[in-house]
């Protein structure tokens, strides 16, 4: 059966609006892109000509709050909230990310102004203030945000409690955009990391299909902007070798705002938003095996937040956190993969599948932080630092690390070669001329990803072989099978 992909245009997504009206304010954002940041990564504001004037940044601040009218455009109630959060921390900062005599003389002129703000304004400049609310709701997250704001870590019952609140649509965006972004710059311990990752799915809630097995990829939420995502297509080819496969993510999520899985089943005329039932019973169907699973569906509360992840400039917890989020669960085995850019977060994610009682699990260094292979490797990965194609898991007891070379694997490629044209309409109708026995790199992508991940996660000891059985998958032409039942069974309506 050939589905002709729609036509696609370009993606228009919506997310609910934050609790207050403000809009994003481009200078301010930009502040945030150097200060929002870890101890050794803030770039102080006002030391270099290229660098945003503090002066006009509070300017910024103190007219958006309504305490003056120098004619700025004004910004998000969050932006502002990210922004002065990430000020209190860097106080404590080592001297070469700590404030610029610009950025403390701005703020000695904004503060008579600022201490005359509401108490959510205020705490975020002096979290030792004692300030009270009328909301219960803010008064959750002023709470919270003391310590974090002291550099201090959250139980994993006080960031459970915290994230309930930033999830509400109750509540000051300041106080949670400072919560947000200020946990990340604390560099979140595995106990915060854990209770992101709950917060989303609370593990009591996740349910059992009945399946031979089941494998989760978590890719990155805000999508790809420079590579081929062949992630839809990988699950096609494992699920027509048996290997149901569940993805999960959004729409469109920022920073990056680059192309999705979403995305590119929409172009190929699926309809992605399906109720947790249809999700099950599509991967329990042994004629399609793969589905995708919309945090809108799943986490209402937490897609909620996309808004204020927006203002906050900088990737909270969660952009590393949800990538091992596990929706369901097989009667048979379970595995995960997972792509992973910043180095210290492949020990948190594999620990969290180690966790959940997974029978093997793999991170990977794919390309822009997903967990899909490059067709050309790096250089060896050392101790801090691990290359593309950098790999480490388990299968059950057994650990392991690798530098995957595609070359080994049959696939020797000069250069990692990318398509000319980056959109889901690319990605879509390249991805299903591969399946359908066009070749070349796309076609290579796909069976690289899904042999190698087979290998990885134990399902065949032979990674030679298991290449071959993926290519085989697509060469009969089976996997484009799959593919085609899953978009005809995603139209109809439950």
């Not at 929002?36 to 004037?53: A, F, I, M, W, Y």
Request: glycine share 8%.
């Amino acid at each position: 059966m050939y589905l002709k992909p729609l036509r696609f245009a370009n993606i228009v997504t919506t997310h609910p609006p934050l609790s207050d009206t403000g809009t994003l304010n481009l200078d301010l954002l930009e502040a945030q892109a150097r200060v929002c940041t870890g101890p050794n990564q803030s770039r102080p504001l006002g030391v270099k000509d290229t660098s945003p004037d503090p002066r006009l940044i509070y300017h910024i601040v103190t007219d958006s709050l309504g305490l003056t009218d120098a004619g700025t455009e004004h910004a998000s109630r969050a932006q502002i909230g990210a922004f002065l959060a990430a000020m209190t921390l860097r106080r404590t900062y080592p001297p070469s990310t700590c404030w610029s005599e610009s950025e403390t003389a701005a703020h000695a002129e904004a503060l008579p102004l600022l201490e005359t703000a509401d108490a959510g304004i205020r705490l975020l400049i002096d979290p030792d203030l004692s300030v009270s609310f009328d909301n219960p709701i803010d008064g959750s997250l002023a709470g919270a945000i003391r310590p974090i704001l002291h550099g201090q870590h959250l139980s994993y019952v006080q960031t459970m409690d915290a994230l309930r609140a930033v999830t509400s649509v109750d509540g000051d965006p300041a106080l949670k955009a400072g919560i947000l972004i200020g946990q990340r710059m604390n560099h979140e311990d595995n106990e915060e990391f854990r209770a992101y990752l709950d917060a989303v799915v609370e593990p009591a809630t996740i349910g059992t299909i009945d399946t031979p097995s089941l494998t989760t990829y978590g890719e990155p939420y805000n999508g790809s902007t420079r590579y081929f995502k062949p992630t839809v297509f990988v699950a096609a080819v494992r699920s027509s070798l048996g290997r149901p496969t569940l993805m999960h993510g959004v729409d469109s999520a920022p920073p990056k705002r680059g192309i999705t899985e979403a995305q590119i089943l929409e172009a190929l005329g699926a309809r992605v938003s399906l109720p947790t039932t249809q999700t099950a019973a599509l991967l329990s169907d042994p004629d399609i095996g793969f589905a995708y699973a919309m945090q809108r569906e799943f986490a209402p509360h937490a897609y909620r937040v996309l808004g204020v992840r927006e203002h906050i400039k900088k990737r909270p917890t969660w952009a590393a956190s949800e990538k091992a989020q596990q929706l369901m669960r097989s009667s048979g085995r379970n595995d995960m993969v997972i792509g992973f850019f910043h180095p210290g977060y492949e020990d948190k994610q594999l620990k969290s599948m180690k966790d959940r009682g997974l029978d093997a699990g793999c991170v990977i260094k794919g390309e822009e932080g997903t967990s899909q292979i490059g067709l050309r490797s790096g250089a060896p990965s050392e101790s801090h630092r691990k290359t593309l194609n950098f790999v480490q898991g388990f299968q059950g007891d057994t650990t392991f690390t690798h530098d995957l070379d595609p070359a080994e694997f049959g696939f020797v490629y000069d250069q990692n070669p990318r398509l000319d044209e980056i959109s889901a309409k690319s990605f879509a109708e390249t991805g299903y001329g591969a399946l359908s026995g066009t070749a070349g790199h796309i076609q290579d992508r796909i069976i690289l990803n899904a042999g190698i991940v087979d290998w990885l996660l134990g399902y065949e000891p032979d990674p030679l072989q298991s290449v071959e059985n993926a290519r085989k998958a697509v060469l009969s032409g089976s996997a484009l099978d799959h593919l085609n039942r899953y978009i005809a069974a995603t139209r109809k309506q439950t």
